[in-house]
């Protein structure tokens, strides 16, 4: 699934400018744990995540994370986008919900990250 | 005080032989961890991964040393008074060594039962508190070993090796 898909699925919008849409996403995960998402992330991975403190977008220092979708309409502060912009890690925002979002992506195909 | 061991199977021979010849690192890195540091927090996990990267370290053993060395950091910061952190880097592994200031672990065996966490709401807020941290050590690394005690600092050293 391509990240322009994504973003047109979910009526997300992107935070981090200059990102190519057409990338391919191949797989997702969604959690507000972060002992979670270090387990569980073993290859490029879309996060779908409600937690939008620095320690999100320090996990991609940690594992292999794609990009990352905040889910219920959250917005991080602009420090925690910066942090997203140095480390090229495209950052989304949906109003959507996590359990909804993760329908979504799921039924057109977006496969869960190996676990 | 208490004590907690843990050796990965097969590996027994390799880390009594480490602490027995004690030769020197390669390479020594040493971070200083702030209390309730949550922004800056991560660094030295994240240092160490690309040290090692550039030393040609197995990707698969990459990911194990960043995340036990992650879990081991936010736990200084989150738990403790923060501490100190230094990293050994040998041949054919890696020895962390994380010395923390208080108040130490009341029932070293019961934090390490997965969920079992003693984290304040500031910390679960944050997506930290699952109870995983001391098991997610466990899981990624050869060697735990752990001194610890109620209103005592503690003493959490690591090995993962690179074969």
């Known amino acids: 699934m391509k990240i322009r898909e994504l973003?047109?699925?979910?009526?997300?919008e992107i935070l981090t400018p200059g990102v190519d849409l057409d990338l391919d996403v191949t797989c997702a995960f969604g959690s507000d744990l972060i002992s979670?998402?270090?387990?569980c992330t073993k290859?490029?991975?879309m996060l779908l995540t409600g937690l939008t403190n620095p320690q999100i977008v320090r996990l991609s220092d940690m594992i292999d994370l794609f990009g990352i979708?905040?889910?219920r309409g959250k917005v991080p502060p602009q420090e925690i986008i910066d942090m997203a912009i140095e480390r090229e890690l495209p950052l989304i925002t949906t109003k959507y919900t996590l359990y909804r979002s993760s329908g979504i992506l799921y039924n057109m195909g977006l496969r869960s990250c190996k676990i | 005080m208490g004590e907690y061991w843990y050796k990965r199977e097969n590996f027994e021979d390799q880390i009594d032989k480490f602490f027995n010849e004690?030769?020197?690192p390669a390479i020594v890195l040493d971070y200083t961890i702030g209390v309730r540091d949550f922004v800056t927090s991560g660094n030295a996990a994240a240092q160490i991964k690309l040290t090692l990267k550039k030393l040609g370290v197995d990707?698969?053993?990459?990911r194990r040393t960043a995340i036990a060395v992650y879990e081991a950091e936010i736990n200084m910061t989150a738990h403790a008074q923060g501490g100190e952190l230094?990293?050994?880097v040998f041949p054919d592994c890696v020895h962390i060594v994380c010395h923390d200031l208080g108040p130490g672990i009341k029932d070293i065996e019961q934090s390490m039962v997965p969920g079992y966490s003693t984290a304040e709401d500031l910390v679960r807020e944050m997506g930290f508190g699952a109870?995983?941290?001391l098991p997610n050590i466990k899981k990624n690394t050869d060697l735990l070993h752990i001194i610890s005690g109620e209103g005592e600092r503690t003493y959490l050293e690591i090995i993962i090796y690179f074969e």
């Open chain 1, 7 to 12: 973003l047109e699925a979910l009526e997300a």
């Open chain 1, 36 to 39: 979670d998402i270090l387990m």
């Open chain 1, 43 to 45: 290859e490029p991975t």
């Open chain 1, 69 to 71: 979708v905040f889910v």
């Open chain 2, 22 to 24: 004690s030769t020197d």
């Open chain 2, 59 to 62: 990707p698969a053993i990459l």
């Open chain 2, 86 to 88: 230094k990293c050994n």
């Open chain 2, 131 to 133: 109870g995983l941290g």
